[in-house]
C-alpha cells in the first residue's frame, strides 16, 4: 500500500511569510500533483510534476518533485490571505493502476493578515 | 472551463437505504473515478471506470458499491444498503484517455451525502 506523508497538518503564519509543505514517500511515483480544496469543494488542481528533480511556478507557488520521485514539495513565497485553505497532494503510481490517486492527509494553512 | 457535475449536492438518507449519486464528466474525457473522503480524513480511491468496465476498486469498494454509465453521459456510484459509516463527501473525477496517470484530474464539487 502506498502512502503520502504530508506535513505540516497545520501552518498559521502572518502575510508575507513563506512557508513549505513537505509530501513523503517510501514508494516511487510516476506523477506527483498538488489540490487545493475549499470547503465543501472537490479538489482543484494546482500543477502536476512528473520528471524526478523537476520545478514548476505558478506565481509565488513553487513546487518540486525530489529526484528520486518519492516526495515533493510546495514552497509559498510572501503568503497572502488569498492562499488560505487546504493543500493537498496525490501521487499516482501509474504503470497498471488506471489513475489511482494517493492523496496525503493535508495541510490547513491559515494566512492572518 | 469543463466541468464535472455531481448532483444531489447533498443526500440525507436513513441507514440500510439504497442511494444514488449522479455524476456528468467532462464530455471527451473516458477515465472516470469516484473518491470519498470521511470528515477530517484523507480523500480516499474508491473505483476507476474504463470502457464500460471497473478498471480498478479499493478494499472500500464492497458488495455494497457499484457504478455504471447508463447512457453515455451520467457515471453513478451506487450504494445499496447504506451504513453509518458511509457518510462522506463522494467526489467524482474524470481524465482524458491520453492523459492517463501524468496529468490532473477534474474533480466535482461533490455530494455529500449523511446517513442517519
Known amino acids: 500500500t502506498q502512502l503520502l506523508e504530508q506535513s505540516p497538518q497545520f501552518l498559521s503564519i502572518q502575510e508575507g511569510e513563506n512557508l513549505t509543505v513537505y509530501c513523503n514517500s517510501s514508494s516511487v511515483f510516476s506523477s506527483l500533483q498538488w489540490y487545493r480544496q475549499e470547503p465543501g469543494e472537490g479538489p482543484v488542481l494546482l500543477v502536476t510534476v512528473v520528471t524526478g528533480g523537476e520545478v514548476k511556478k505558478l506565481k509565488r507557488l513553487t513546487f518540486q518533485f525530489g529526484d528520486a520521485r518519492k516526495d515533493s514539495s510546495l514552497h509559498i513565497t510572501a503568503a497572502q490571505p488569498g492562499d488560505t485553505g487546504l493543500y493537498l497532494c496525490a501521487g499516482n503510481a501509474g504503470g497498471t493502476s488506471y489513475g489511482k490517486l494517493t492523496f496525503g492527509q493535508g495541510t490547513i494553512l491559515t494566512v492572518h493578515p | 472551463e469543463p466541468e464535472v457535475t455531481q448532483t444531489p449536492s447533498h443526500q440525507v438518507t436513513q441507514m440500510g437505504q439504497e442511494v444514488i449519486l449522479r455524476c456528468v464528466p467532462i464530455?471527451?474525457?473516458?477515465?472516470f473515478y469516484w473518491y470519498r473522503q470521511i470528515l477530517g480524513q484523507k480523500v480516499e480511491f474508491l473505483v476507476s471506470f474504463y470502457n464500460n468496465e471497473i478498471s480498478e476498486k479499493s478494499e472500500i469498494f464492497d458488495d455494497q458499491f457499484s457504478v455504471e454509465r447508463p447512457d453515455g453521459s451520467n457515471f453513478t456510484l451506487k450504494i445499496r444498503s447504506t451504513k453509518l459509516e458511509d457518510s462522506a463527501m463522494y467526489f467524482c473525477?474524470?481524465?482524458?484517455?491520453?492523459?492517463?496517470?501524468?496529468?490532473?484530474?477534474?474533480f466535482g464539487s461533490g455530494t455529500r451525502l449523511t446517513v442517519v
Open positions: 473525477a474524470s481524465i482524458p484517455t491520453s492523459y492517463r496517470g501524468n496529468y490532473g484530474y477534474t
Open positions: 464530455s471527451n474525457h473516458l477515465y
